[in-house]
Nanobody, 123 residues
Framework: VQLQASGGGLAQPGGSLTLSCALS????????IGWFRQAPGKEREFVAA????????YYADSVKGRFTISRDNAVKSVYLQMNSLKPEDTALYYC?????????????????WGQGTLVTVSS
């Protein structure tokens, strides 16, 4: 299983970015998918997760109401729409795949990780 995250870049505060996570090697509907982020000098933290079918979604409190996770199993991709960006959203964003269903929220629940895409929010 390989995960490729993309879509990072520079955004202004209040702006938007959409991250994509493409899976190869297996069928996407075999996995729940999560997004995590790691800011410089900080631990990697959970951002959002979506179940295999997309019927269950969970967000960290810090992004609730601003970020939207979605998936398209037909094209083997998961998306993270990020609106109303704040400087504190600056981080390296990772997508991860879990063989568990539901909305796993902890790093140890994930089996495969992508390489990360950098999001910088600055004026």
């Amino acid at each position: 299983v390989q995960l490729q995250a993309s879509g990072g870049g520079l955004a202004q505060p209040g702006g938007s970015l959409t991250l994509s996570c493409a899976l190869s090697g297996f069928s996407l509907d075999d996995f729940a998918i999560g997004w995590f982020r790691q800011a410089p000098g900080k631990e990697r933290e959970f951002v959002a997760a979506i179940s295999r079918s997309g019927g269950l979604i969970y967000y960290a409190d810090s992004v609730k109401g601003r970020f939207t996770i979605s998936r398209d199993n037909a094209v083997k991709s998961v998306y993270l729409q990020m609106n109303s960006l704040k400087p504190e959203d600056t981080a390296l964003y990772y997508c991860a795949a879990s063989k568990s269903d539901g909305t796993p929220r902890f790093r140890h629940e994930y089996d495969y990780w992508g390489q990360g895409t950098l999001v910088t929010v600055s004026s």
